[in-house]
Each structure stands twice: as C-alpha cells, then as structure tokens.
C-alpha cells in the first residue's frame, strides 16, 4: 500500500468515527431534549388556557395587572422582555438558567392574565437559558433542539418546530448540523406530548382543498400572498411606530403601565376574545378581530411584555383568509395563503412559513402555501419583527 493510500485509508476511518460520534450525539441531545422539553411548554400551556378561560370576562382590566407584574420581573431580569428571538438567535448574549425561569413567570403572566402574543419566542429564550448547562462545545446544537422540542410539543407540528428552530438562529440559511438534532427532538417531543394528552395551541379546522387549481386561482393566490404580506408590513411599521412613542417616555415603569391601559382599550373596543393565547372568534367579524389581534400583540410586546409574535402572525393570516373567503373565494386557500404570507414577511421564516399549514391541514395545502410564502417573503423580506 503505497503512502497515499494509507493516507487515505486514515482519513476515511477519521471521518468514520466523526460520523459515528455525531450520530451519537445527535441522538442523545434530540432524545434527552424530546422527553424533557414537553413538560415545560405544557405546563405553560396549561396554566395559560386556566387563566385564559377563569378570566376571560376580564381580561381586559387583568392586563393592566399583567404588565405591571411584568415590569416586577424586569427588575429582576433586563433581558426578559418582548419576545426573546433575537437573543436567541445571538451567540453573544449570555443567558442563564435563572434568566429563564424569569423568562417562564413573565410570560404566564404576561399573556395569562390578557397579553396577546404566543410563546414560541418565550420558548426558544428559555431553551436558550438551559444550553448553559451543558459544555460549550455542545452548546448550539442543545439550544436548537430544546428549542425545537419545547415548540413541537406547543404547535403541535414536528417539522415546522425543527426548522423554525433553525431559522431563527440562521436568519436566510439552515445548518444541518443542528437540524438533524431539531428533528430527532421535536418527533419525539410530539409524540411524548401526545402521551401527557398535551393540546397543541393551533388546530384548523379544514375544508376540501381542489386537487387542481386553474390559472385564475393561482394568480388570486399570487395576488393575495401581496395583499397578506403587505398586511404584515402594516403591523411592522406599526410596530416600529409604537417602539418610537414609547421612547419618548420618561420611565420604563410607564411604558409598561401605558401598554397595559392602551391593551385595556383594545379590549373594550374590539372585545376581550383578542386577548390571551389562543383568541377566541365567533366567525362574525374576521377582519376585526385579525386587527384587534394584530394591534393588541404589537402592544404587548412593543411594551415590555413577555411574549412571541409566531401565534398572532398565525391567527391574523388565518382570520385575514376567512375574511377575503366572504367575498366568494375558496376559504381554505385563503386562509393558508395568510398564514404563509403573514409568518413568511413579519419573521422571515419562508420555510416554515410553508410546512405549517401543509402539518396542519395536509399536503394539499403545499401549493397555496409556497406561493404565498414565496411572494410575501421576496417582496418583504427586509422588513422583520423576529
């Protein structure tokens, strides 16, 4: 065997053990963080609905308490407020364990007691939080997988959960490294939160979509993948707005404060059901509630509070596609289109942007939902609140 064989040779038993140590570890991280993450986005979860539903009467006065109990919390931890994703998504910013557990009071409170928002930004800060407990080396790829687990177990959909977790951290680019752990952790998560008879926050129901779309129905995709995302482009400059006004206030206990009473005013206007978690809507008034929704979550988070934009951006593109279905269109393409559009030009998510609504309503649903992340994300793409 001449020496440049036996060079070869080496390096192919290198890059064996390389491969079989990253199987390893892929295993172990996406195993260990599957089974554990489940218990603390159900857990949040659940005492979120029971306050939801205890006080839904009045939520629009309990906000106020909630943003207020949200500054307390700041006090503790400056790094707790808004959603968290940009935290995560640095490598830079260090959190620590105790960081997230403010993380995780903040949030109960923020969003039990009235904040709209959604927890996938408060869950990838925590998982962020617990990275720390593991070596350096390891670090990234726990934090994506705890990550991907703890959304799983929250949206109710795998796939979207990996590679959201993914492209948070690589804003217009996957790493496969941390990929394949995100998966691994966010089956397994689903499938143990399946087990705990967790309930996932989204369930749509769906509506016969055609098997063929004619010429016309896809340019009224196109054209309301332009409308959608432009919808999250209002609710970005109105983000960008209230940031600027709230600047403007002399202390941070009033911006709180402020946000909790403009969050009362929402409530009494457009109804407490835009409040809270989930968002309950009667089907009446789709556009009113996708603007009380929009407006209420850009408030709560713009002022302090501990909460994610991923859940509002779903309810709004979902309510905006039922309310463009009441002018005779296909209401389930309507509604994937705004929800693609909307995730796909608020968070410059454009592949999960598209796996959501095929998990949640079947691959029928991948036509509209590529268009319509496609065009808002190619048009929009340099505006983004996450």
């Known amino acids: 065997m001449s020496w440049i064989e036996r060079g070869e040779h080496r390096n192919s038993l290198i890059q064996r053990g390389v491969g079989v140590n990253n199987l390893f570890l892929t295993t172990v991280i996406g195993t260990a963080t599957g089974i554990c993450t489940p218990f603390i986005a159900g857990s949040m979860l659940l005492i979120i609905d029971w306050l ?3 006080l839904r009467a009045f939520l629009s006065l309990t906000v106020i308490a909630g943003m207020l109990l949200a500054y307390l919390l700041w006090r503790f931890s400056k790094v707790i407020p808004g959603s968290g ?3 995560y998504a640095s490598l830079s910013i260090k959190i620590r364990p105790v960081d997230s557990a403010f993380k995780y009071i903040s949030t109960i409170l923020t969003i039990g007691l009235g904040g709209s928002g959604g927890l996938v930004g408060p869950l ?3 998982s962020s939080g617990s990275s720390f407990l593991v070596s350096v080396r390891n670090r990234t790829a726990v934090k994506i997988a705890s990550g991907a687990g703890m959304v799983s177990a929250y949206t109710g959909a795998p796939l979207t959960a990996a590679v959201l977790a993914c492209e948070y951290t690589h804003k217009d680019g996957l790493d496969y490294r941390y990929l394949m752990p995100a998966l691994f952790s966010s089956v397994i998560a689903r499938w143990f939160s399946s087990l705990l008879r967790i309930t996932p926050v ?9 098997e063929r779309l004619s010429f016309s129905e896809v340019i009224l995709i196109v054209t309301l993948g332009v409308i959608f995302g432009g919808a999250g482009l209002g609710m970005y400059f109105l983000w960008k707005l209230y940031g600027k006004l709230l600047r403007r206030v002399s202390s941070v206990f009033l911006s709180f404060a402020l946000s909790g009473v403009v969050l009362c005013g929402i409530g009494i206007v457009f109804g407490s059901e835009v409040l809270g978690l989930r968002g309950v ?4 008034q789709p556009l009113a509630f996708a603007l009380g929704k929009a407006m209420s979550s850009v408030v709560t988070i713009g002022g302090g509070g501990s909460a994610g ?12 596609g039922m ?15 705004g929800i693609s559009a909307m995730i796909s030009s608020v968070l410059n998510a454009p592949l999960a942007a598209i796996l ?20 808002s994300y190619l048009i929009y793409r340099r505006f983004r609140i996450e």
Do not use: M, Y
Not at 205 to 210: A, C, P, Y
Not at 309 to 320: A, D, I, N, R
Not at 356 to 375: D, F, N
């Open 52 to 54: 939801n539903s205890s």
């Open 85 to 87: 994703t940009d935290i």
């Open 202 to 210: 989204f369930f749509i129901h769906s509506t016969r979509f055609q």
């Open 323 to 337: 309310a463009f279905s009441q002018l005779g269109f296909n209401q389930s393409v309507c509604v994937v289109v």
């Open 309 to 320: 934009f991923f859940t509002p951006c779903v309810l709004v593109g979902k309510h905006l």
């Open 356 to 375: 959501l609504p095929v998990e949640l309503l079947g691959v029928s649903a991948l036509i509209p939902a590529v268009l319509g992340s496609t065009v």
């Open 124 to 126: 990838f800060f925590i």
């Open 281 to 284: 809507q009667n089907g009446s």
